[in-house]
């Protein structure tokens, strides 16, 4: 579904590549999770896969990403948005409308959906989100976590093919982010969608990303099942990663990696006994 091979990019202005001779293979209906220390370039990983890259942000641009065949260099960006949804780190950034209906409302009548299944599509988005009581609401008047709610509906409702999303629950508080990755793990699991998230909330992101890319400088150092890279929890600190707890008890004592809390107490209650 996603293939990048040997992307390198610096943005206009900017001495030092954001990245640097990136390969990556994303296969179609893939749960990918980017983590790194702040500034290795995730955010740039993820405009590249969209497209944002290099049609609003120039620069020296080298090597190839493909969506679905798509060339992101060759291909329209407005094309490119109708098989790839993105939420972004700024959602302010994305918002367009006054009112929450007609937030939704702008991307469906754009993308020019039939009229007749418009109010599904709303329907199921904000449902899918919690924020159907705020339907009716003015923007202005949300919180930041809700914004984020409304801009992660407003994609949603297209129903892309595949997911980009930069920190989407930096926002929202655990009850709320465990629900926004919930969701994605049915969209992942029953609808077919290709997600890519890059997020800072490790140990809610490893419970549910099937693979981990670990970004490093620019570059990609590690990258493969979720319970393989965290394996090797040293050198994941060694680069800043803050490693899950239940990853570091795991293999503290020396048994298989652990991804959440109700495994690491499985663990140790079989240890005990």
């Known amino acids: 579904m996603i293939e990048i091979q040997e992307l390198t990019f610096t943005y206009k202005g900017e001495k030092s590549p954001a990245l640097q001779n990136i390969t990556l293979s994303v296969p179609d209906g893939a749960f990918l999770g980017v983590i790194g220390p702040a500034g290795t370039g995730k955010t740039t990983l993820g405009r590249a896969v969209s497209g944002i890259i290099p049609h609003h942000f120039p620069g020296d641009y080298y090597g190839r990403v493909t969506v679905n065949g798509l060339d992101t260099v060759d291909t329209p960006l407005t094309d490119l948005s109708r098989l790839v949804g993105t939420v972004f780190q700024d959602v302010e950034s994305q918002i367009v409308s006054s009112v929450v209906e007609d937030e939704l409302l702008y991307g469906l009548e754009n993308f020019g959906v039939p009229h007749e299944e418009i109010p599904s599509r709303m329907a199921f988005a904000l449902q899918k989100v919690g924020i159907e009581a705020l339907r009716d609401r003015s923007i202005s008047s949300l919180s930041g976590g809700q914004r984020q709610k409304v801009a992660i509906a407003s994609i949603i409702a297209l ?88 990853a570091k008890l795991s293999r503290l004592l020396d048994q298989p990696v652990c991804v959440n809390l109700e495994e690491a107490e499985g663990l140790v209650r079989r240890l005990i006994s």
């Not at 982010?177 to 490790?202: C, H």
Request: net charge negative.
């Open 159 to 246: 129903r892309p093919r595949v997911l980009v999303l930069d920190e989407p629950t930096g926002e929202l508080d655990p009850q709320s982010s465990r629900q926004i990755f919930s969701l994605l793990k049915t969209l992942n699991e029953e609808y077919g969608v290709t997600v890519l998230v890059i997020e800072q909330k490790i140990m809610l992101l490893c419970e549910f990303a099937k693979q981990l890319a670990v970004m490093d400088q620019g570059r990609i150092v590690r990258q493969g099942e979720t319970r393989q890279v965290l394996a090797d929890t040293d050198a994941l600190e060694a680069l800043g990663v803050n490693c899950p707890r239940v």
